[in-house]
């Protein structure tokens, strides 16, 4: 079982340079999602999408596009690299939207993006 | 908003029991998670607790919540090196929106 598959899992930018992180999902999942991880900061909510067609923002939109083509992928486009954007980014699914049990949150194993 | 906190440290002896703390500030929260991290790779969901419960025990973890306080801790029976890790406590904020502490760093030694 693949799960959740991001590519790449390295990349180093030039400001102002744009690029896609990929994310893919094989479950059948509604509901996912993009988190940035930053150093003594937790994970923070960049997108989400709760279905094909369905994206909204989260806690940190900012410098970042989504799209929700098909169920099973979930890009996240960087439009104009900044250093600021140097972090891990996951992207996770759930088999729905809620919280709860059964709704438990599936993650990829992360991209790390340096931005010099 | 709604503010997740932890300890960003703890280091055990092999056999020891770990004890992680984590304190939310929304009420609100359904359900309250741990998640753990182990280096390189994306988190893995390792117990949960729904908000009306006081404690949730499985096998070596048992889970406390303190509703009242808003503290929820994680405690590990018998540490293992292979429970070395960084750990994350969310809880819901509406919407699958979890938030996120900023994770405690457990290491185990010898």
């Known amino acids: 079982n693949a799960g959740v598959t991001q590519t790449p899992k390295f990349q180093v930018l030039k400001t102002g340079q744009s690029m896609t992180l990929q994310c893919a999902q094989d479950?059948?999942?509604?509901?996912m999602s993009w988190y940035r991880q930053d150093p003594g900061m937790g994970l923070r909510l960049i997108h989400y999408?709760?279905?094909?067609?369905i994206t909204d923002q989260g806690e940190v939109p900012n410098g970042y596009n989504v799209s929700r083509s098909t169920t099973e992928d979930f890009p996240l486009r960087l439009l104009s690299a900044a250093p600021s954007q140097t972090s891990v980014y996951f992207c996770?699914?759930?088999?729905?939207w809620g919280t709860g049990p059964n709704t438990e949150a599936f993650f990829g194993q992360g991209t790390r993006l340096t931005v010099v | 908003g709604e503010d997740v906190e932890q300890s960003l440290f703890l280091s055990v002896r092999e056999g020891d029991s770990s004890v992680i703390n984590c304190t939310y500030t929304d009420s609100s929260s359904t359900y309250l998670y741990w998640y753990k991290q182990e280096p390189g790779a994306g988190l893995q969901l390792l117990t949960y607790?729904?908000?009306?419960?006081d404690m949730k025990q499985d096998q070596r973890l048992t889970v406390l919540l303190n509703k009242k306080d808003k503290h929820l801790s994680l405690r590990i029976a018998d540490t293992q090196t292979g429970d070395s890790a960084i750990y994350f406590c969310?809880?819901?904020?509406?919407?699958?929106?979890?938030?996120f502490g900023a994770g405690t760093r457990l290491a185990v030694h010898p």
């Open positions: 969310a809880c819901s904020g509406g919407y699958n929106k979890l938030i």
């Open positions: 999408s709760v279905g094909a067609g």
């Open positions: 607790i729904f908000s009306n419960m």
């Open positions: 479950m059948n999942h509604e509901y």
């Open positions: 996770a699914s759930n088999p729905t």
